[in-house]
């Protein structure tokens, strides 16, 4: 009689096609959502897009607690993290949605796409993680990348004095590295859907709060179905990324979280008539590769502590 497979094996081809499914509908949700803050960005403010993004995040969100055990799921033992997370989140989001809002759509992919190696800069900086050679060689190649995409000089100066979005975005990177690090160490105690859930219901909270004072009615169905499209979708954008990362390992699955790159070409062109530099598309290469690594640094790193914490076989 066979043994059963290990979960060190790794995901069946099944369980991995479902996972790239799920990956690839979460991809093009994400999409959809940054040409929407693109497109509503000159006659909504900031804020006003996040509370509808996360206010009607809430309903696929709710769906989903509903269905898969109830609200026992979002009973928490750390309030004080799920605020600290939604702390560096809000600033995550508000630095996305600027940027997104005034840079070309693929200019702010390719510089979104630097997330991990802030990720792995805020583990080393801030939380005391180990990072070895090669990890850092990944972040100097990547940060190379990065500095195509801004092609700095006289130029970029002067794009900045006047838009300074680049900047913004990479600073909503170094948010993200935070979060991502924070929720890391939330998930060893706290449910997937309760650490989506309050971060959704307070940033709904607070953006709404803010909202009152800064709103600008939709001016017309279109742009009120935008608004809250944009929620519905990033409300099944991270389901649907959530049950793929339990499907298969991220180092797996990252790369269908980068083809965004084609989608944001496509819409970019389609509609805003924008065509990248050589020097962008070369940046979006190199930054995609060192985050590449990293990831899957990262995952053999894991896969060899596991080995080495592991119990020893029963003698045969």
């Not at 060689?137 to 990065?146: E, K, M, Q, R």
Request: aromatic residues 10%; hydrophobic residues 55%.
């Amino acid at each position: 009689m066979s043994s059963p497979p290990s979960a060190a094996a790794g995901p069946s081809r099944s369980s991995y096609l479902v996972a790239v499914g799920y990956m690839l509908v979460a991809v093009a949700c994400f999409g959809f959502i940054y040409a929407g803050i693109k497109w509503l960005a000159p006659d909504y403010p900031t804020v006003q897009m996040m509370f509808f993004r996360c206010a009607f995040a809430l309903v696929p969100i709710m769906v989903f607690v509903a269905r898969t055990g109830g609200l026992a799921q979002l009973r928490t033992r750390r309030p004080l993290g799920h605020v600290a997370r939604t702390a560096a989140g809000v600033g995550g989001m508000a630095c996305t949605f600027y940027a997104f809002g005034r840079l070309p759509l693929v200019d702010a992919h390719v510089l979104n796409y630097a997330t991990p190696l802030f990720v792995t800069l805020v583990a080393l900086l801030v939380f005391g993680e180990v990072v070895r050679l090669r990890r850092w060689t990944a972040l100097a190649i990547g940060f190379a990348g990065i500095l195509l995409v801004l092609q700095p000089g006289p130029a970029l100066l002067e794009t900045v004095s006047t838009n300074p979005a680049a900047l913004v975005m990479l600073l909503g990177c170094v948010f993200a590295g935070l979060s991502v690090n924070m929720i890391r160490r939330l998930t060893e105690t706290e449910t997937t859907a309760s650490v989506a859930f309050y971060f959704m219901l307070t940033v709904s909270a607070v953006t709404g709060i803010a909202t009152i004072f800064a709103w600008r009615t939709p001016q017309s169905v279109e742009h009120w179905a935008m608004l809250v499209a944009m929620g519905i979708l990033g409300g099944i954008a991270q389901l649907g990324m959530t049950a793929a990362y339990k499907r298969a390992p991220v180092s797996a699955l990252v790369p269908y979280e980068y083809s965004s790159i084609l989608m944001a070409l496509g819409l970019g062109f389609w509609i805003w008539d924008e065509v990248p530099s050589p020097l962008t598309m070369l940046g979006a290469v190199i930054v995609i590769a060192s985050g590449l690594y990293i990831l899957q640094r990262e995952a053999q790193l894991k896969l060899g502590r596991r080995s080495a914490s592991a119990p020893p076989p029963p003698p045969a």
